[in-house]
């Protein structure tokens, strides 16, 4: 279940809002350990940690960090003012923040009755990996700045729970990029906690005052070979919770030409359930306009959602140079951009159909 291990922090390697990367001893050596501070405090070199293992004995790629669970000698203070939804709840790090929808909230009163996203582009995506490219092919044809074009990330809890885990989101959110991070379900950290990916729709909308969503779990995906057994299946979700939000779902692909697994070759197989089976309402999916016998697979694959959705040809000129300019490092599944082009193409051009719903 869990491998528990003793250690001494040696020094910190860097850092970002609400993570600390450090250098840690432990009796087998030496390891790179992860701290979220607001939950554990914030260590020192010289402090003894207890850390959870886990993954690194597992040699997770993602989450290969050794994660300290408590700083005995440096107890951080007790929790200050409201708050009373529980998340990671009963696990030995529940936490309690104050939810937009909850009663003691400012914006309860907002949330109470709310009951649609007046329209709003909703994209969704399976992996967290393709939340900077949607956001590259939004603004090489919005560019940031322009008016009604305000962009919230609703994280959901099917791969990391705490929204402080990604450098990316992190960043976007200090440049701009995105107006806010809502965190739903089981996740947390973000600058607006929801309990549902519903509410965290209305928060993205009537709280953070967004003019675009984009839906995805946190880092890290868990996947199992089988057709029903992966996280993204809650891409399906919330293209559901967007339909009925009335808000207007835009189902980005996951396409992939790196991956050579035949369920992930072309349209994955996780878009093609997620979509084509869990999703019951009509959603706009954009189909990257991909050159060759590759694009011919990715074009007839994705026919195979007609039958409920609206398949949506979209050009991808210019959007590789787009791309390339992306304020933070592209990388899906170990793969950059040049490595597994069609995969950050296809989440590009969702970026650039929904910048094309905006008015």
Known sequence: MIRWRKGEVLRIRREWPGAVELDVTVPE???????????????????????????????LGTGGYAM?????????????????????????????????????????????EADSLDGMPVVVADLHSALPPILCGLYAARPLGTPGTRVAYVMQDGGALPAWFSMAAARLREIGWLAGVVTVGQSFGGDV??????????????????????????PGNLGTGTRWGFSGVSAGEAVNAAGVLRGRPVAALRVSEGDRRERHYGVSHHSLTAYGRVALTPADVPVPVLPGEFGVRVKDQAELLAVRHRLVPVPVEGLHEALRESPVRLSTMGRGLEEDLPYFLASAAAGRLAASLLS
């Open 193 to 218: 906690e929801a309990v549902t990916v519903h509410t965290g729709l209305l928060a993205a909308r009537h709280v953070l005052e967004a003019d675009v969503a984009i839906v995805a779990q946190g």
């Open 68 to 112: 300290v669970v408590a700083v005995p000698n440096r107890l951080p203070q007790d929790p200050a003012g409201p708050g009373h939804l529980v998340k990671a709840r009963y696990t030995p790090l529940q936490a309690t923040v104050l939810g937009a929808d909850e009663q003691d909230s400012p914006h309860h009163d907002v949330l109470r």
């Open 29 to 59: 050596g030496e390891c790179r350990a992860l701290a979220y501070p607001p939950l554990v405090g914030r260590p020192e070199p010289g402090d003894e940690v207890l850390l959870n293992t886990t993954a690194l004995a597992m040699g």
